[in-house]
């Protein structure tokens, strides 16, 4: 029951991470897949900040009364990665942007069609 | 260690393992954005209760809102309101995913324990960051004084990745763009490539 309740925040993560890999690699629609991808990322973050935490600790910020305190260098670190992540997601869906007026669509099985057959939609 | 604490944290990743599956099964693009905007809300609850104020505070502002205004945006120029061709489930991508899972389940199962004080990451430069950086830049919040002043260089090459990431938005959709396909004409008829000239 102690393993089950030390490890679970790390299972849940690993639940979460492969939704988000299952959404990526398996469903054909570019905005989902973006989806997927901010999902995966979540799940990365989730495990950095239970890592960090410390049973008894307080929020990082040095007050009087408090002693133990929980690990500020992961919430750095994610602090970053999630500011990061927004600026890949914005990135990622101009190019969709500007793959749906290229091909008039935007789901990737039917794009990997139009190459193979030498199509050209839209434009 | 605090039964009620373990308790809110089990109900939240709960909730957040059903949201990402909710994702899953949807095909309705407005709910897959909705969801995942639940999702990025979902994770700011359960940072301010693994105590970190600071991520969660980001995470609403900037996971939330900004992201799933993006993801609006997007649906709104490209008018896509469902999946096309929706499958729930596809057997290969199924089977990679539950082995890579069962894998990583297994890397777990050597891993410090939630909340253990001794585990590795929470020694070598932590106990410094926390017992001398609100002595060293008389801050008191150490995430501030960490990202501002100790890793100031990983916070000069996030400002950076967003600004190439703006650069890179505002080259693909910008009104530039239409100049770099010449012959290509335009809404009037007009050859862009003359009417430039």
């Known amino acids: ?123 | 260690m605090n039964p009620a604490d373990i308790l809110i944290d089990i109900f939240l990743l709960l909730l957040m393992a059903a949201v990402a599956i909710a994702i899953v099964r949807s095909h309705l693009m407005f709910a897959v954005v909705m969801l995942s905007g639940i999702f990025s809300l979902l994770a700011a609850v359960l940072y301010v209760h693994l105590t970190a104020v600071d991520v969660a505070f980001t995470e609403a502002a900037v996971g939330a809102g900004v992201s799933t205004l993006l993801f609006l945006a997007t649906l709104a120029l490209t008018h896509v309101n469902v999946e096309e061709k929706h499958k729930p489930v596809r057997v290969v991508p199924l089977v990679i995913v539950v082995a890579t899972g069962a894998m990583l389940t297994w890397g777990t199962l050597d891993m410090p324990h939630y909340g253990d004080p001794e585990a590795p990451a929470n020694k070598h430069v932590a106990p410094r960051y926390i017992q001398e950086s609100p002595k060293e830049t008389g801050l008191p919040n150490m995430v501030t004084s960490v990202l501002a002043s100790y890793r100031g260089y990983d916070t000069l090459g996030e400002v950076v990745v967003i600004f190439t990431a703006g650069v890179g938005v505002l080259v693909i959709l910008g009104r530039g763009r239409r100049r770099w396909r010449p012959g290509v004409k335009d809404e009037d008829g007009d050859n862009l490539e003359e009417e430039r000239a």
């Open chain 1, 1 to 123: 029951m102690e393993t089950v309740i030390g490890l679970f925040n790390y299972w849940i993560v690993i639940v979460l991470m492969m939704a988000g890999f299952y959404i990526v690699i398996a469903q054909e629609n570019m905005i989902k897949k973006m989806v997927g991808l901010s999902i995966f990322q979540v799940a990365v973050f989730v495990f950095y900040i239970s890592m960090s935490n410390v049973f008894g600790g307080t929020a990082p910020i040095a007050a009087e009364g408090f002693t133990r305190y929980s690990n500020p260098l992961p919430h750095v670190l994610i602090l970053t990665a999630i500011v990061v992540g927004v600026a890949t997601t914005a990135l990622g869906l101009a190019l969709i942007v500007r793959i749906k007026e290229e091909f008039g669509t935007i789901e990737d099985d039917q794009i990997r069609d139009m190459e193979e057959h030498g199509e050209e939609s839209g434009a």
